[in-house]
């Protein structure tokens, strides 16, 4: 899944602050140590499968890097990891995930805008399609009666 949610904010920015700020490669350790991910479940138990979900969850957090190539990544078998390139500072600088999540969030709602403008147009045009053969029918009346008026106005002038 390479789409983020509100709550991977976080996460997904402190990736980018610490490839900043250390000049070195992140990886999902350093997530467990600063709490970005968590080993306990609510309650404070330990998981099971601790090393499967934190890399589960890191490697995820990495697709989503690596979706908008702000980071370079890295999915080796035995390491993934995480390491600042050209656009990470400017993406950084732009407001990171928080900035992109909430410019997501308007165009989704443009998206919807359009789609029920697009949807209102076209039950428009329907309609517009319904209704053209009695307007067809109409505008041929009014010809008909214009010519007819056009006629009288012609024969009462030759006569008189």
């Known amino acids: 899944m390479k789409d983020f949610n509100k709550s991977d904010i976080p996460a997904l920015d402190f990736i ?5 700020k250390t000049g070195f490669s ?4 350093d997530l467990v140590d600063s709490g970005h991910i968590k080993l306990t479940d609510e309650k404070g138990y330990s998981s ?22 702000v980071c370079e990544c890295s999915f080796a078998e035995d390491a993934e990891f995480a390491s600042s390139n050209s656009r990470t500072f400017n993406f950084q600088k732009q407001g990171g995930f928080k900035a ?21 147009d076209l039950k428009l045009a329907k309609k517009t399609l319904n209704e053209f053969p009695r307007t067809k029918f ?17 024969y009462i002038a030759i006569y008189k």
Request: net charge positive; with cysteine.
């Open 26 to 29: 992140v990886n999902a350790n």
């Open 48 to 69: 099971l499968t601790t090393e499967f979900d934190v890399t589960q969850e890191f490697t995820r957090y990495l697709g989503i890097l690596d979706k908008y190539k």
């Open 16 to 20: 980018i602050d610490q490839c900043l």
């Open 100 to 120: 992109l999540y909430k410019d997501l969030k308007e165009q989704r709602k443009r998206d919807k805008l359009d789609f029920k403008k697009t949807k209102t």
């Open 138 to 154: 109409l505008a041929w009346g009014g010809f008909i009666i214009g010519v007819l008026l056009l006629l009288k106005e012609l």
